[in-house]
Nanobody
Framework: QVQLEESGGGSVQSGGSLRLSCATS???????MGWFRQAPGKEREEVAH???????SYADSVKGRFTISRDNAKTTTYLQMNSLEVEDTAMYYC??????????????WGQGTQVTVSS
């Protein structure tokens, strides 16, 4: 069974940086890994995902500021967040799915880590 644990959230001022980590147990080496976020009163949105071949995709709102990566063993997925904005404040979740685009239906999810950006 796949388990995911996020870490690295915190409070930072606008313009600052944070790096989120998602440690996985269980077999995820061929999985697509994604980062999602949900702000109070808003729907959950996909921030970025990285497939097992290393291909990546980003939401328009974070392109050029966030970078998703995974280690060579593919047991940890990272989200480097630079030039953070107040609008990036949200609970961030890591997810794993056999196929990208199927996180909602078949994904495994972590408990989330809070990111708060102040002006």
């Amino acid at each position: 069974q796949v388990q995911l644990e996020e870490s690295g959230g915190g409070s930072v001022q606008s313009g600052g940086s944070l790096r989120l980590s998602c440690a996985t147990s269980g077999y995820t080496q061929t999985y697509c890994m994604g980062w999602f976020r949900q702000a109070p009163g808003k729907e959950r949105e996909e921030v970025a995902h990285i497939d097992s071949d290393g291909s990546t995709s980003y939401a328009d709102s974070v392109k050029g500021r966030f970078t998703i990566s995974r280690d060579n063993a593919k047991t940890t997925t990272y989200l480097q967040m630079n030039s953070l904005e107040v609008e990036d404040t949200a609970m961030y979740y890591c997810a794993a799915a056999a196929l990208c685009g199927y996180f909602d239906r078949f994904g495994e999810w972590g408990q989330g880590t809070q990111v708060t950006v102040s002006s």
